[in-house]
């Protein structure tokens, strides 16, 4: 009897014309990444990737149309000259000079420390000039250099000081081109690595090209598309498109490689290239859409986090994940059908020979003690990744700056200089007021108010600035402040800012709103979110895959296994994850300075994607076990069968996705470092331990238990990969009608 699921129709309609399947989805990819190039991304306004009251602080500024430039700062220091010293003071009016030269006309608004008692440090042995950027603040990295040339020359004059430029600027300049270079880098690792593996596992260059190719072609479509979504509804571009190359790659990848072996082995046991290909598609083809769409309920739970980033981020993946499902069971179908034998043309040497599509001799060894002693074999691996899981408690988020780049980077170093000198200086808490005219002499004293009631808390310093929008309806007010920007000092700064300093004075102004923002208040307002908001996406995820699980399995215990044994996963690679990054012990190894913190956006999106991921392994594996099972194998028989037969799948997956997501470890940026380790850790175990210990132990102690489907719940529709169960499961014992 034919199948008659929705995989087996399409990979029926993609063999039979495989022309318009194969040509349409090259249509498709070169038209998506031509028109994205063409209309170009927008980048969603610093209020849209904001949270709560720093959102709204910003929103008073962008609606006020405040064009506040970019400020930046030359760090004069000596070791042994006080700032009386007339070389000093040389130093100090040459950067001034230099500064203000016609050489560099988008320097302006230059302040000497030399007039200004608050650029002095408290030392008396480091000044600050500063001085603005012409222009809008977003343009301003692009008029930069020419001023950092300028300071680099001072600095060749006065090899005793120290003279260097830091400021929102720079750092962005400095940012915007690692960041870049970065990317260009892992587009150039990935796709050669992938192929290398996929010579391995399948030993012919046709083989192993069409997974490269279907999955970079998923990636060119997925970014075209995304940058047409951005077009027309702005989002956070630069962390989207490193997120979209990194799980393309590895989907697309993963659900081809699931889809050729399958059709390789139907074709070793005998059956024609169409038969083949037809059995293909009706179960590793439905495996391959059931995935699909677990890791789309996944992505799906981003939306409700509730942040423009997290939006940004779901929707680029949901695409990415989409086309490289399409292309699955499309396009592979199409070619497939056309190449016939021919897909194993171009034999590698020795790694090239003909395979036999038999067992896994490793994971059958592995398999036979862990199905002999299935009560030890759970209880050790659940107790290790629960030990693994314990670091976690202890995690401590921020969000990314230009200081999680490498500290060899002169910008960064420069920046601990000058926050060393001047605390908080470099990381301000912002204070922006909003009211009919804010140059009132009434606003005028409640300035200055807001600057004593602040200095007296001892947690907010000098220098203090006020700068004014073009209408008069909006001041900004920068507060050094305690601390690096993101730890306790800092909260208490920002904390005693908004409850101690500003209340008092704000209620005696009429009709005023006043909010804060700055990095240690996104932080802090960012983290808040995500405690209140993350139990309603965990809700989301949990409870629709399983009942996506349900219907695919018609089980309800395999649904709550899998959660279960998914979130001991996530566990351990939260814990590892805060074990390397939070402590020094793994910095030489990785390359990295600990922040002491994991990226704020990080926890979140790992959860969702090491769900959505794992359930790849999960559905094809058990659906593999189910198929036998259907056919009346024993429950242990259909799970000792079932994993051996698809170990040197998941385990092929499983090395390209570890080394997709390994290369993205040897980026930079600490927030790529962080993405990169927790997912490759991650699918490491869970393509070891989860998948190939703890999966077929509890499948054995449940036995039959793991079918059971209460009779209330018969109604539900099926999605297994073979339609409708071949046979009523047996209900286990206890369960069994008494006749």
Same mark, same amino acid.
Request: one cysteine or more; a positive charge.
């Given at each position: 009897?034919?199948?008659?699921?929705?995989?087996?129709?399409?990979?029926?309609?993609?063999?039979?014309?495989?022309?318009?399947?194969?040509?349409?989805?090259?249509?498709?990819?070169?038209?998506?990444?031509?028109?994205?190039?063409?209309?170009?991304?927008?980048?969603?306004?610093?209020?849209?990737?904001?949270?709560?009251?720093?959102?709204?602080?910003?929103?008073?500024?962008?609606?006020?149309?405040?064009?506040?430039?970019?400020?930046?700062?030359?760090?004069?220091?000596?070791?042994?000259?006080?700032?009386?010293?007339?070389?000093?003071?040389?130093?100090?009016?040459?950067?001034?000079?230099?500064?203000?030269? @016609?050489?560099?006309?988008?320097?302006? !608004?230059?302040?000497?420390?030399?007039?200004?008692?608050?650029?002095? @440090?408290?030392?008396?042995?480091? =000044?600050?000039?500063?001085?603005?950027?012409?222009?809008?603040?977003?343009?301003?990295?692009?008029?930069?250099?020419?001023?950092?040339?300028?300071?680099?020359?001072?600095?060749?004059?006065?090899?005793?000081?120290?003279?260097?430029?830091?400021?929102?600027?720079?750092?962005? #300049?400095?940012?915007?081109?690692?960041?870049?270079?970065?990317?260009?880098?892992?587009?150039?690792?990935?796709?050669?690595?992938?192929?290398?593996?996929?010579? /391995?596992?399948?030993?012919?260059?046709?083989?192993?090209?069409?997974?490269?190719?279907?999955?970079?072609?998923?990636?060119?479509?997925?970014?075209?598309?995304?940058?047409?979504?951005? %077009?027309? =509804?702005?989002?956070?571009?630069?962390?989207?498109?490193?997120?979209?190359?990194?799980?393309?790659?590895? +989907?697309?990848?993963?659900? $081809?490689?699931?889809?050729?072996?399958?059709?390789?082995?139907?074709?070793?046991?005998?059956?024609?290239?169409?038969?083949?290909?037809?059995?293909?598609? &009706?179960? $590793?083809?439905?495996?391959?859409?059931?995935?699909?769409?677990?890791?789309?309920?996944?992505?799906?739970?981003?939306?409700?986090?509730?942040?423009?980033?997290?939006?940004?981020?779901?929707?680029?993946?949901?695409?990415?994940?989409?086309?490289?499902?399409?292309?699955? +069971?499309?396009?592979?179908?199409?070619?497939?059908?056309?190449?016939?034998?021919?897909?194993?043309?171009?034999?590698?040497?020795?790694?090239? *020979?003909?395979?036999?599509?038999?067992?896994?001799?490793?994971?059958?060894?592995?398999?036979?003690?862990?199905?002999? *002693?299935?009560?030890?074999?759970?209880?050790?691996?659940?107790?290790?990744?629960?030990?693994?899981?314990?670091?976690?408690?202890?995690? #401590?988020?921020?969000?990314?700056?230009?200081?999680?780049?490498?500290?060899?980077?002169?910008?960064?170093?420069?920046?601990?200089?000058?926050?060393?000198?001047?605390?908080?200086?470099?990381?301000?808490?912002?204070?922006?007021?909003?009211?009919?005219?804010?140059?009132?002499?009434?606003?005028?004293?409640?300035?200055?108010?807001?600057?004593? *009631?602040?200095?007296?808390?001892?947690?907010?310093?000098?220098?203090? %600035?006020?700068?004014?929008?073009?209408? #008069?309806?909006?001041?900004?007010?920068?507060?050094?402040?305690?601390? !690096?920007?993101?730890?306790?000092?800092?909260?208490?700064?920002?904390? @005693?800012?908004?409850?101690?300093?500003?209340?008092?004075?704000?209620?005696?102004?009429?009709?005023?709103?006043?909010?804060?923002?700055?990095?240690?208040?996104?932080?802090?307002?960012?983290?808040?979110?995500?405690?209140?908001?993350?139990?309603?996406?965990? &809700? /989301?995820?949990?409870?629709?895959?399983?009942?996506?699980?349900?219907?695919?399995?018609?089980?309800?215990?395999?649904?709550?296994?899998?959660?279960?044994? !998914?979130?001991?996963?996530?566990?351990?690679?939260?814990?590892?994850?805060?074990?390397?990054?939070?402590? #020094?012990?793994?910095?030489?190894?990785?390359?990295?300075?600990?922040? %002491?913190?994991?990226?704020?956006?990080?926890?979140?999106?790992?959860?969702?994607?090491?769900?959505?991921?794992?359930?790849?392994? %999960?559905?094809?594996?058990?659906?593999?076990?189910?198929?036998?099972?259907?056919?009346?194998?024993?429950?242990?028989?259909?799970?000792?069968?079932?994993?051996?037969?698809?170990?040197?799948?998941?385990?092929?997956?499983?090395? +390209?996705?570890?080394?997709?997501?390994?290369?993205?470890?040897?980026?930079?940026?600490?927030?790529?470092?962080?993405?990169? +380790?927790?997912?490759?850790?991650?699918?490491?175990?869970?393509?070891?331990?989860?998948?190939?210990?703890?999966?077929?132990?509890?499948?054995?102690?449940?036995?039959?238990?793991?079918?059971?489907?209460?009779?209330?719940?018969?109604?539900?529709?099926?999605?297994?990969?073979?339609?409708?169960?071949?046979?009523?499961?047996?209900?286990?014992?206890?369960?069994?009608?008494?006749?």
């Amino acid at each position: 009897m034919k199948s008659r699921n929705l995989a087996a129709r399409i990979g029926r309609w993609s063999a039979d014309n495989w022309k318009k399947a194969f040509f349409g989805w090259l249509l498709v990819a070169v038209v998506a990444l031509a028109l994205g190039t063409a209309a170009g991304h927008k980048q969603a306004p610093d209020s849209q990737l904001a949270s709560g009251e720093a959102a709204k602080a910003q929103r008073m500024l962008e609606q006020a149309n405040f064009k506040a430039p970019a400020t930046e700062s030359v760090l004069v220091q000596s070791d042994r000259l006080r700032t009386t010293d007339p070389r000093f003071r040389a130093a100090v009016q040459d950067v001034v000079h230099t500064l203000a030269s @016609a050489d560099l006309p988008n320097a302006i !608004n230059i302040q000497s420390p030399l007039v200004n008692a608050g650029q002095i @440090a408290a030392n008396h042995q480091a =000044v600050l000039v500063q001085f603005d950027v012409r222009g809008d603040a977003d343009q301003a990295k692009n008029k930069v250099q020419p001023m950092l040339d300028a300071v680099a020359r001072v600095q060749r004059s006065y090899p005793d000081l120290r003279i260097e430029e830091f400021g929102q600027a720079s750092a962005n #300049h400095v940012l915007a081109e690692t960041l870049g270079k970065d990317f260009q880098k892992a587009e150039r690792l990935t796709l050669p690595l992938t192929l290398i593996i996929l010579l /391995f596992a399948f030993g012919s260059l046709v083989a192993a090209g069409l997974p490269v190719l279907l999955a970079f072609s998923a990636v060119l479509a997925a970014i075209g598309l995304y940058s047409l979504y951005t %077009h027309l =509804v702005p989002g956070d571009f630069t962390t989207t498109q490193s997120v979209i190359l990194l799980i393309g790659m590895a +989907v697309g990848v993963d659900y $081809s490689l699931f889809y050729l072996r399958r059709e390789r082995e139907e074709r070793h046991a005998g059956r024609s290239s169409r038969e083949a290909l037809l059995r293909t598609a &009706a179960t $590793s083809g439905q495996a391959v859409l059931i995935s699909g769409a677990t890791v789309l309920v996944a992505m799906g739970g981003m939306l409700l986090a509730g942040n423009k980033t997290f939006t940004s981020i779901a929707i680029g993946t949901m695409l990415v994940v989409l086309c490289a499902v399409i292309g699955s +069971v499309t396009v592979l179908a199409a070619l497939l059908s056309k190449l016939g034998d021919r897909v194993d043309k171009g034999r590698i040497p020795i790694i090239g *020979r003909k395979r036999a599509a038999g067992e896994s001799r490793l994971w059958g060894f592995v398999l036979d003690r862990v199905l002999r *002693r299935p009560v030890v074999s759970v209880a050790l691996s659940a107790a290790l990744l629960v030990a693994l899981s314990v670091p976690a408690l202890s995690m #401590h988020t921020k969000l990314p700056s230009f200081t999680d780049l490498p500290h060899s980077l002169s910008i960064v170093s420069t920046f601990q200089r000058v926050q060393k000198a001047f605390p908080g200086s470099q990381t301000p808490a912002v204070m922006v007021v909003h009211a009919k005219d804010v140059t009132t002499p009434q606003y005028g004293r409640a300035f200055v108010d807001f600057q004593e *009631r602040a200095r007296a808390t001892g947690l907010l310093y000098r220098p203090f %600035h006020v700068t004014i929008s073009p209408d #008069h309806t909006v001041a900004r007010v920068d507060f050094s402040i305690a601390g !690096n920007g993101d730890n306790k000092a800092s909260i208490s700064a920002l904390n @005693a800012l908004r409850h101690d300093v500003i209340p008092p004075v704000a209620k005696t102004l009429p009709g005023v709103a006043v909010a804060v923002t700055g990095q240690t208040a996104g932080t802090q307002d960012f983290n808040n979110q995500m405690k209140s908001r993350a139990p309603l996406v965990f &809700a /989301f995820v949990l409870g629709l895959a399983f009942l996506l699980l349900l219907m695919t399995f018609r089980s309800i215990v395999i649904p709550i296994k899998s959660i279960v044994l !998914n979130l001991l996963s996530v566990g351990a690679a939260y814990g590892i994850l805060v074990a390397i990054f939070q402590h #020094h012990w793994a910095e030489g190894i990785l390359g990295f300075k600990s922040n %002491h913190a994991i990226t704020s956006w990080l926890p979140l999106f790992l959860f969702v994607i090491l769900f959505g991921l794992s359930m790849d392994y %999960h559905v094809f594996i058990l659906t593999r076990v189910k198929e036998l099972h259907d056919r009346g194998m024993k429950t242990e028989d259909a799970v000792s069968a079932g994993i051996r037969r698809t170990a040197g799948t998941v385990t092929s997956a499983a090395i +390209v996705m570890v080394a997709v997501f390994a290369i993205f470890a040897t980026l930079r940026s600490t927030d790529m470092k962080e993405l990169g +380790v927790g997912l490759a850790i991650a699918v490491l175990i869970d393509a070891t331990v989860v998948r190939a210990v703890l999966l077929p132990a509890t499948m054995k102690l449940l036995g039959d238990w793991n079918w059971y489907l209460p009779r209330w719940l018969q109604w539900l529709p099926s999605l297994s990969a073979e339609g409708a169960p071949a046979q009523q499961p047996p209900q286990p014992r206890a369960m069994r009608p008494a006749h």
